[in-house]
């Protein structure tokens, strides 16, 4: 997959898909769209990943690309360590929750696939430090 298509995906699924992502951003959907099919030559332009990023509230894609080379070691390791087992520890509930009427909408998979994302970051964080203890 193609870090850039990757990094746009949950970016825009952060901010409620792929047409709120273009209204905030003021283009169309089909261009939003492109931006995270790993098949299309298309990169999302700096001024729409700050965009995104405000709307959002956390700089996912700029942090990436400033951890492109290798991942940040944690700050606080213990810190990242319970923010990835709060994080990890509410996925079932949400999962459940989402599950309730006996199907995952596009909403609630965007919640639940942010979430994920969220604790994988946490957890390269964290394994970035234990690398460098070694």
Do not use: W
């Not at 098949?39 to 332009?45: E, H, L, S, T």
């Not at 994080?87 to 596009?106: F, Y």
């Not at 942010?114 to 970051?121: H, T």
Request: aromatic share 4%.
């Amino acid at each position: 997959m193609c870090f850039h298509s990757t990094q746009s995906r949950r970016l825009i699924r952060l901010v409620g898909g792929v047409e709120a992502a273009a209204s905030i951003c003021g283009v169309s959907a089909q261009l939003m769209s492109n931006y995270q099919n790993a098949g299309q030559r298309a990169f999302m332009p700096p001024q729409f990943i700050e965009a995104l990023e405000r709307e959002a509230g956390q700089p996912v894609y700029s942090s990436a690309l400033s951890n492109l080379v290798t991942v940040a070691p944690s700050r606080s390791m213990l810190c990242d360590a319970m923010d990835a087992a709060r994080i990890a520890g509410g996925l079932p509930q949400q999962v459940h929750e989402a599950l309730a009427d006996g199907r995952i909408d596009e909403a609630e998979r965007r919640v639940l696939l942010a979430a994920v994302d969220q604790l994988r970051a946490e957890a390269d964080a964290v394994a970035a430090s234990l690398s460098l203890e070694g």
